[in-house]
Nanobody, 124 residues
Framework: QVQLVESGGGLVQAGGSLRLSCAASGRPFSPYAMGWFRQAPGKDREFVAGIGWPSNTIYADSVKGRFTISRDNAKNTVPLQMNSLKPEDTAVYYC??????????????????WGQGTQVTVSS
């Protein structure tokens, strides 16, 4: 059974940093594409960052230059380093994985597996 488990969320002041991690189990996730999404209250789930194989990355314009996605294939984890956090980054952050495709894309419906999410709150 495929499982994605996020960790690392919490409360941070504006300008601070957090490092999220997504641990995958049930099958190797390399070389398949993985992504991070977020959903704020009352808003749709939105793409944050994605990583393919071997390490091509894409980012939402709102996080470009502040967030960095990477992957540790040996540990089957996908960290998301978030710097210079803003109150508008407050959301539940979800990890997602594609079943077969190696190219990261932005639509949520392109991804086959999802974690339960981790809350990130940025205070002003």
């Amino acid at each position: 059974q495929v499982q994605l488990v996020e960790s690392g969320g919490g409360l941070v002041q504006a300008g601070g940093s957090l490092r999220l991690s997504c641990a995958a189990s049930g099958r190797p996730f390399s070389p398949y594409a993985m992504g991070w999404f977020r959903q704020a209250p009352g808003k749709d789930r939105e793409f944050v960052a994605g990583i393919g194989w071997p390490s091509n990355t894409i980012y939402a314009d709102s996080v470009k230059g502040r967030f960095t996605i990477s992957r540790d294939n040996a540990k089957n984890t996908v960290p998301l380093q978030m710097n210079s956090l803003k109150p508008e980054d407050t959301a539940v952050y979800y990890c997602a994985a594609k079943k077969w495709n190696v190219v990261p894309t932005t639509p949520a419906h392109d991804y086959d597996y999802w974690g339960q999410g981790t809350q990130v709150t940025v205070s002003s």
